[in-house]
């Protein structure tokens, strides 16, 4: 029982991340229908930014502990925002209201890009930090086993729900949200209205970055290592978070990167480390051939 | 009125110069805001166990400098590609009639490779490495050129018959001439039993499904370690025989260079596999050629065009992906066992997504459906990539900035125009663009 409650503490800190970085594929899926390869490599290179900027403001003695939890979250955020919307700019641009596949490649070459990018700007080899904000609150004790509630933890849940709290009222009570969900439902009529949907695409990918530099910045704290490789499996995780959840919907990515998060953690817990990829996939291809369109998806209207 | 236009420009130059100026100067700013924080600052492991800052500012100066100059280069591109347009007419008809001559001549240099002088080696083996692309290509242009289905985990079919000869050949001893077809229906089984559960999905749903199955044989091959040997894969895979004769370096009786009775070669060996995957690519192309035309292949692409006024002609749509998939998948499984038994060393390293990626660029790039816009394209992309070889670790990094721009710059794939495969009288040359890719 108490080793199932630290589970369930792990696995909603990891989910929390999934559904960060999968917010942000659902997003652009939504607005231009395509899958952004290169968003898994947005979370990475946000995750890097935070290590830059941690060891700059740690081992300059500048700052320690909360205070610089905090700068290094904004830093990641406008840096990886600007990765965002350049990636944009460069390879989706010119290819909108081209056929489908093209984006796709596109992205898939960003992906190997930016992988590669960021292999030869700081190398190959893992990256480690010492814990940032060590310590934590033991919430139960039962047959020795001591359940544990990581300072770390409860911050990646306080700054996700923040975060979330404010992408919903961006999303639902502001013009750039009311814009997003324009271009979402219809782009050429949004654009008959006087949208500028090139501006709101554009800031589609940069809120996308900046959430996914959220995620990444916790990563790094939570895990303390990183290296170029890590945004190919959180990116096709929290893909398979969006896609479980019903792409397009916002909730829905937030509910599939939290059940993606648990039934990882339980299954590494419980059953085998090796084989805890397997189980998320596995969930993945059995929610979408009984419920086609995710959890929360809406049912697509087949036209003739 | 074009000498109206003209010299309007000209009255525009200084201020669209100026204006370029600007937009290069911001592009500039955008470099700096990119570069300066992950190249110009690089954390190193000090000798202490921590991190530690390095900082390389003149690499952050020439970025940004590239970035000012290649933005101010693309404008003034830009502004001469918008002014007087020659006629293009006459360049089309010229490119057209010379494009009826590429697939021959391509296919008269792929079989003569071996025998043009300066040929060693090195080149017989790029050779290889190329033809088996283009072999995965036009596979996987059954899946996703010709029926629409878009499949993002196409490794695992190539691995399926990777393992499968590797393990027949290691365990029971069999040849490769019995393993080839053997790997090749195991793949197809595989490509039955996981294209079954999601021909409900669509579009990027499939995409997505396909990618994780390609992970979880992946992620099985690596740590089912009793059947796989696990991440150090399986060693000392049997080579192919020619009829029964071996390719021992030494000669010896039983050997191709004993049998014919010429000097014992390494060099033998390495021609006799390219002939092999020429062969084995040559077959793929004329089984897609053929069933193109057949019921089948124009089911395929039918389902591609629009599925449901298939359904409401009484396709069987299930069947048709189907067999589609398994197509694919044998084809790959082929190829899987040829990579086998050309590397005599195989292990789940080599069958990452990338290499599914990898494919699929090679398919869009060449232009879906097209043949030999296939064959040029991995032409392109794999003898391109072996050219970049000195950049070292810069290579993947050019090689995934090549697929951005190709596709930039030709979204509709290197070759543009596609012949019908059915046609009422004359057999007229459409544009890539008036062709469905599907949505399954």
């Known amino acids: ?57 740690v081992s300059g003695g500048i700052m320690d502990g909360p205070a610089a939890i905090l700068i290094v979250l ?67 004790e039962a047959d020795a086993f001591v359940v544990q509630f990581s300072y770390m933890q409860m911050l990646i849940i306080a700054v996700t729900l923040a975060v979330l709290a ?90 599939g990167g939290l059940l993606i998060g648990l039934i990882e953690t339980f299954w590494s817990a419980y059953f085998s480390v090796q084989y805890k990829d397997v189980a998320a996939f596995s969930i993945l291809a059995i929610t979408l051939i009984f419920m086609p369109t995710g959890l929360l998806g809406r049912a697509e209207v087949e036209k003739v | 009125m074009s000498s109206a236009t003209a010299a ?46 390095r900082q ?21 591109w830009r502004a001469m590609r918008d002014g007087p347009k020659p006629a293009s007419a006459g360049r089309a008809a010229a490119l057209r009639k010379a494009g009826a001559f590429v697939t021959p001549v391509m296919l008269v240099l792929a079989v003569a490779l071996p025998f043009v002088p300066g040929t060693g080696r090195y080149e017989l083996d790029l050779g290889i490495l190329v033809l088996t692309y283009v072999m995965l290509g036009w596979g996987l242009n059954i899946v996703v050129g010709l029926a629409g289905l878009l499949d993002l985990g196409y490794v695992a079919f190539y691995a399926v018959g990777a393992y499968a000869y590797a393990l027949l050949a290691t365990t029971f001893g069999l040849s490769f001439w019995i393993c080839l077809p053997l790997a090749g229906i195991l793949a197809a089984f595989w490509g039955v039993l996981l294209g079954f559960p999601v021909l409900r999905l669509r579009g990027d749903y499939l995409a997505i499904v396909t990618l994780a199955f390609g992970e979880i044989i ?21 080579r192919p025989t020619f009829f029964g004769l071996t390719f021992s370096a030494g000669g010896g009786p039983g050997s191709f260079a004993d049998f014919f009775g010429i000097e014992p070669s390494p060099t033998h060996r390495v021609v006799f596999l390219y002939y092999l995957i020429l062969a084995l690519a040559l077959l793929t192309n004329w089984v897609s050629i053929r069933l193109r035309r057949q019921p089948l292949g124009r089911a395929w692409e039918a389902l591609r065009e629009d599925e449901i006024a298939c359904r409401a002609l009484g396709i069987n749509v299930t069947t048709t992906k189907l067999t589609a998939f398994a197509l694919g998948a044998m084809f790959a499984g082929f190829a899987g066992s040829f990579f086998a038994t050309r590397q005599g060393f195989i292990s789940p390293e080599s069958f990452t997504f990338i290499e599914s990626a990898i494919i699929l660029a090679i398919v869009v790039l060449g232009g879906m459906g097209s043949q030999i816009g296939i064959a040029i394209a991995a032409l392109v992309m794999i003898g391109g990539f072996e050219v970049f070889r000195d950049l070292d670790e810069y290579r993947m990094l050019v090689f995934g900035g090549a697929m951005v721009l190709i596709m930039v710059a030709r979204p509709r794939g290197l070759v543009g125009s596609r012949t019908p495969t059915v046609a009422l009288g004359e057999r007229k040359t459409i544009g890539a663009e008036h062709v469905a890719e599907g949505r399954g």
């Open chain 2, 8 to 53: 309007a420009s000209a009255a525009q130059r200084p201020s669209a110069g100026a204006a370029a100026l600007k937009d290069a100067v911001l592009t500039a700013l955008i470099a700096l805001g990119l570069f300066a924080p992950i190249v110009g600052l690089r954390t190193d492991v000090s000798p202490t166990g921590g991190l530690m800052l």
């Open chain 2, 56 to 76: 390389r500012w003149g690499d952050v100066a020439i970025l940004v400098g590239l970035a000012f100059a290649g933005r101010l280069a693309l404008l003034a």
């Open chain 2, 218 to 238: 992946r992620i099985v091959l690596t740590n089912w370690v009793s059947l796989t040997n696990g991440p150090n894969g399986i060693t000392s895979i049997p």
């Open chain 1, 166 to 255: 404010i992408f919903t009222w961006l999303v639902t009570r502001t013009p750039l949200g009311r814009a997003m969900r324009a271009c979402e439902q219809d782009r050429k009529m949004a654009s008959l209205l006087g949208i500028d949907t090139d501006r709101t695409i554009s800031l589609t990918f940069v809120i996308g970055a900046a959430l996914a530099a959220v995620a990444g910045t916790m990563y790094l704290l939570r895990y303390g290592v990183i290296d170029f490789y890590i945004g190919f499996l959180a990116g096709v995780k929290a893909f398979t978070a969006a896609v479980l959840g019903g792409i397009g919907s916002l909730p829905g990515a937030v509910l």
């Open chain 1, 74 to 140: 904004l830093v990641s955020m406008c840096v990886t925002a600007l990765y965002g919307w350049t990636v944009e700019r460069i390879a989706y641009r010119p290819l909108r209201g081209s056929f489908r596949l093209a984006p796709l490649i596109s992205a898939i070459g960003m992906s190997i890009v930016l992988q590669n990018y960021m292999q030869v700007a700081q190398g190959a080899r893992v990256k480690p930090i010492n814990p940032v904000l060590p310590g934590g609150v033991t919430v139960l």
């Open chain 1, 1 to 57: 029982m108490a080793y199932a409650l630290q589970q369930l503490i792990n696995g909603i800190s990891l989910g929390m991340i999934y559904g960060l970085i999968a917010v942000g594929y659902t997003m652009v899926y939504g607005i231009i229908g395509m899958i952004n390869f290169a968003h898994g490599d947005v979370f990475m290179i946000g995750a890097f930014v935070a290590l830059i900027s941690l060891v700059m403001l």
